[in-house]
T-cell receptor, first 115, second 114 residues
Framework: NAGVTQTPKFQVLKTGQSMTLQCAQD?????MSWYRQDPGMGLRLIHY???????DQGEVPNGYNVSRSTTEDFPLRLLSAAPSQTSVYFC??????????????FGSGTRLTVV | SQQGEEDPQALSIQEGENATMNCSYK?????LQWYRQNSGRGLVHLIL?????REKHSGRLRVTLDTSKKSSSLLITASRAADTASYFC??????????????FGSGTQLTVLP
């Protein structure tokens, strides 16, 4: 099925551990982004990419790294997890120029708990 | 900072009634979008309204946009229990580049009672 696939769905980390949240899309979308969602709040943009090899920071980038080696994949790395990074993480994609006329496609999310 | 703020934060209605949610935003926009999020799931795009449009319909959904007041409303008619979800507005703002980020509001939790 076409769409955005995120793995894992759930993860528990200890403070200081590192991990990578995976995001893949098969719609040939140039634009991909990562959001975090905290209780009672909307989604906040962490990092985004407008194409392979190009990434940029969003509203809350500290503590996260990204890379975009292919059009399909956009992994999010936590180098040293902190309790403040406990959240639900969503990946979203859209084709370039599509945001003027179409909605974004979201993955089903990764629920991360840092203890 | 969040672009959009939604009102009310929570809404509980009976099946068959209409549900209205409001969204206010701060800056000029290209378009405003509404998304639904079922509990524990990702967001699903519902409807998009461009800055030069005032009203749009899609099935049981009706969206209005008032750019002079920087506000939008989402009306769900003849609600069903399956409409129970969180609803978010999100805006796309003018940008010189190709990156058109979505900026979300805090959401309205709608509960439709059978």
């Amino acid at each position: 099925n076409a769409g955005v696939t995120q793995t894992p769905k759930f993860q528990v980390l200890k403070t200081g551990q590192s991990m990578t949240l995976q995001c893949a899309q098969d719609m040939n979308h140039e634009y991909m982004s990562w959001y975090r969602q905290d209780p009672g709040m909307g989604l906040r943009l962490i990092h985004y990419s407008v194409g392979a090899g190009i990434t940029d920071q969003g509203e809350v980038p500290n503590g996260y790294n990204v890379s975009r080696s292919t059009t399909e994949d956009f992994p999010l790395r936590l180098l040293s997890a902190a309790p403040s990074q406990t959240s639900v993480y969503f990946c979203a994609s859209i084709r370039t120029g599509g945001s003027l006329n179409y909605g974004y496609t979201f993955g089903s999310g990764t629920r991360l708990t840092v203890v | 900072s969040q672009q959009g703020e939604e009102d009310p934060q929570a809404l509980s209605i009976q099946e068959g009634e209409n549900a209205t949610m409001n969204c206010s935003y701060k800056t000029s926009i290209n378009n405003l979008q509404w998304y639904r999020q079922n509990s524990g799931r990702g967001l699903v795009h519902l409807i998009l309204i461009r800055s030069n449009e005032r009203e749009k319909h899609s099935g049981r959904l009706r969206v209005t946009l008032d750019t002079s007041k920087k506000s939008s409303s989402l009306l769900i008619t003849a609600s069903r229990a399956a409409d129970t979800a969180s609803y978010f507005c999100a805006t796309v703002v003018p940008s010189s580049g190709s990156a058109r980020q979505l900026t979300f509001g805090s959401g309205t939790q709608l509960t439709v009672l059978p």
